[in-house]
């Protein structure tokens, strides 16, 4: 079956210019994360939704960035504003929200982001 | 979530059995060893998990020592396409918890010819 997609796969923007990335999850998971990761290093976690519920956004770095998932299914992470320290890979994953441990969490290919 | 260590990286001989340590002494009793792999530019992919019993799936093998502060992972048989960056992760699992994954460096596996 179709897994996690993500679009764009790449963006190229300048500095100043706000950037919507998309993330459409597997068919049936509840639960959508979204993670940034730099050049080098692990994914970084930055927000989390069960279902349309944001449940988590701690590891948002700033106000210019927010997520929604409106109906439950596909999710939008927007930065406003961008600036060059923005640039990375940022990943989405979704998962069915299992108990118990059993919550494996699917990753989708990323959208490469640079700001110029 | 308990913070993990594990070595930079490691190599292993193609064919050979990988064992990649982890080190989670701060373990709590309701926090589970996850295992996923970074193969490249691809996104992470999950292995293996367990909470205290040793465990195995058709990928690798888990073993958990009894005091659970720390485990390893093991490749039976490693091929080129093993290559990869193994990330081993700790965290609270169960309804209501925010389920987030945090990543530390992982180790770098190259498997070798």
């Known amino acids: 079956g179709a897994g996690v997609s993500q679009s764009p796969r790449y963006k190229v923007t300048k500095r100043g210019q706000d950037v919507a990335l998309r993330c459409d999850p597997i068919?049936?998971?509840?639960?959508l994360y979204w993670y940034r990761q730099a050049l080098g290093q692990g994914p970084e976690f930055l927000t989390y939704?069960?279902?349309?519920?944001?449940?988590?956004k701690s590891g948002l770095p700033n106000d210019r960035f927010s997520a929604e998932r409106p109906e439950g299914s596909i999710s939008t992470l927007t930065i406003q504003r961008t600036e060059q320290r923005d640039s990375a890979m940022y990943r989405c994953?979704?998962?069915?929200?299992?108990?118990?441990?059993?919550?494996?969490?699917?990753f989708g290919p990323g959208t490469r982001l640079t700001v110029l | 979530d308990a913070k993990t260590t594990q070595p930079p990286s490691m190599d292993c001989a193609e064919g050979r059995a990988a064992n990649l340590p982890c080190n989670h002494s701060?373990?709590?009793?309701?926090?589970?060893v996850y295992w996923y792999r970074q193969i490249h530019s691809q996104g992470p992919q999950y292995i293996i998990h367990?909470?205290?019993n040793n465990e195995t799936n058709e990928m690798a093998s888990l073993i958990i020592t009894e005091d659970r502060k720390s485990s390893t992972l093991i490749l039976p048989h490693a091929t080129l396409r093993d290559t990869a960056v193994y990330y081993c992760?700790?965290?609270?699992?169960?309804?209501?918890?925010?389920?987030?994954?945090?990543f530390g460096q992982g180790t770098t596996l190259q498997v070798k010819p």
């Open positions: 994953a979704s998962s069915f929200n299992l108990a118990g441990g059993r919550d494996t969490q699917y």
């Open positions: 068919s049936g998971h509840v639960s």
């Open positions: 939704f069960n279902y349309e519920a944001q449940q988590d």
């Open positions: 701060t373990i709590s009793g309701n926090e589970y």
């Open positions: 367990g909470l205290k």
């Open positions: 992760i700790v965290r609270v699992a169960g309804s209501g918890n925010t389920g987030k994954l945090i």
